[in-house]
């Protein structure tokens, strides 16, 4: 026989329950890491209080099902500040996130190849990531930075919202070849040489680097529309800073077949100015690239 007690406390959890109807798959979406991030944000071991990046400095994060990247760029000087990326691996039960670096920006951190583990919550949509950045000091002896220390980071995510396009291409895409500036077969790449693209609902990013180094060449994001067959991509960031083309709207004719995604468009050549030293807007080259979707580590 249940007490009047009890019987008021199932009454409030039936309530609870039939006014906040929380399927389970809407639970996992609400703990997704997927997507595009903007970092609200910070605290650093022995702050006080929450802190955020000056001026018109930002810092985006951008994840798929296999791969993030991060970068923190200005958006009133063209001038990229940071990136870094890989893969990662994301355990729900034990609120888990690591983060697995291949390629990171400045070079010379010492960065790449480490596993970087952060405990992750969520909390009224948004993202709270805590864990510990190594501290590398210079040892003249080996010539190598080496670990001396580490120090607590803690930091506040918030989607963004960007409008969502084209979902059907989202994931992360790998560069396969490509034909420009009137070349009659199409360019493989070497097996050293990495270009991804990571394709949000809101927002892209593609990184150009050298496989095994600690060497970032180009990386170029921001926000993008896709009707089907026309692909328009404008510019946020792009690295090497000062390119001038921050703000550049790029359309593309798009195609994808199964797992195979085929850009054709133009895009403004650059030549670096010898007395003023900026990128100046040469003419345009068609270009013709052909991305295959990354399925998984053994694809």
């Known amino acids: 026989m249940f007490s009047s007690k009890a019987l008021f406390v199932l009454a409030s959890l039936f309530l609870l329950f039939a006014c906040n109807p929380q399927t ?3 639970f996992n979406a609400l703990e997704s890491l997927e997507g595009s991030w903007r970092m609200q944000s910070f605290k650093v071991e022995g702050d006080d209080s929450w802190k955020q990046l000056p001026g018109s400095v930002v810092q985006e994060k951008h994840i798929t099902s ?4 991060w970068i923190q760029y200005e958006t009133e000087k063209d001038t990229v500040y940071g990136t870094g990326g890989g893969t990662y691996r994301y355990d729900k039960d034990s609120h ?3 983060e697995d670096i291949k390629f990171f920006l ?3 951190s010492n960065e790449l190849g480490q596993s970087i583990p952060f405990d992750v919550r ?3 949509g948004e993202w ?3 864990g510990y950045a190594k501290v590398f000091e210079f040892d003249p002896d080996t010539g190598d930075n080496v670990v001396v220390d580490s120090i607590k980071i803690e930091e506040i995510w918030e989607r963004t919202d960007a409008a969502v396009s084209d979902e059907s ?3 992360t895409w790998q560069l396969e070849s490509f034909k420009d500036h009137g070349d009659s077969i199409r360019t493989d790449y070497p097996e050293f040489v990495s270009i991804y693209k990571l394709v949000t609902p809101t927002n892209f990013v593609w990184i150009h680097y050298i496989t095994e180094q600690d060497l970032v060449l180009a990386e170029g994001s921001g926000t993008y529309h896709s009707d089907g067959t026309t692909y328009t991509e404008t510019l946020k960031s792009v690295y090497p800073s000062g390119s001038n083309q921050v703000g550049t709207v790029m359309p593309f004719e798009s195609r994808t077949e199964n797992d195979t995604w085929y850009l054709l468009g133009n895009i403004k050549r650059l030549e ?3 007395t003023s030293g900026e990128m100046i807007g040469k003419d345009s080259a068609t270009i013709d690239e052909v991305w295959k979707r990354f399925l998984g580590p053994d694809s």
Not at 66 to 69: E, L, S, V
């Open 122 to 124: 969520f909390e009224d």
């Open 272 to 274: 670096r100015d010898p």
């Open 169 to 171: 291409l989202v994931g």
């Open 96 to 98: 888990t996130y690591t």
């Open 106 to 108: 400045p070079a010379g």
């Open 66 to 69: 296999h791969h993030f990247t």
């Open 128 to 130: 709270y990531h805590t």
């Open 24 to 26: 389970s798959q809407e």
